[in-house]
């Protein structure tokens, strides 16, 4: 079973700073690229980044480039979001993700945590 857990959301000011981190724990994860998406109210979900395992290779959406850094410690199969600058419009839940990457491209294999809610007041 691939289970995924996200924790580190909270309420933080525009400007403000939140380290978000995803724990995995299941079979072969060593071998799998993971990421992080978010979901706003009324929004659809969004990729946000994304990272490899081996290679270092990090990906990001236009809306979070230059303000958010994913990263990783494969010791402890986790997966961590530094996000600072946070803006308003950063509001949403976001949640871990298991994948791939093809051609510099991060592809979701669909296994989901629960999420972790970022709220950013202005």
């Known amino acids: 079973q691939v289970q995924l857990v996200e924790s580190g959301g909270g309420l933080v000011q525009a400007g403000g700073s939140l380290r978000l981190s995803c724990a995995a724990s299941?079979?072969?994860?060593?071998?799998?690229?993971m990421g992080w998406f978010r979901q706003a109210p009324g929004k659809e979900r969004e990729f946000v980044a994304g990272v490899s395992w081996s290679g270092g290779i990090t990906s990001y959406s236009d809306s979070v480039k230059g303000r958010f850094t994913i990263s990783r410690d494969n010791s402890k199969i986790t997966v961590y979001l530094q996000m600072s600058s946070l803006k308003p419009e950063d509001t949403a839940v976001y949640y871990c993700?298991?994948?791939?990457?093809?051609?510099?491209?991060?592809?979701?294999?669909?296994?989901w945590g629960q999420g972790t809610q970022v709220t950013v007041s202005s």
């Open positions: 993700n298991v994948g791939g990457y093809g051609s510099g491209r991060y592809y979701s294999y669909n296994y």
């Open positions: 299941g079979r072969t994860f060593s071998n799998y690229a």
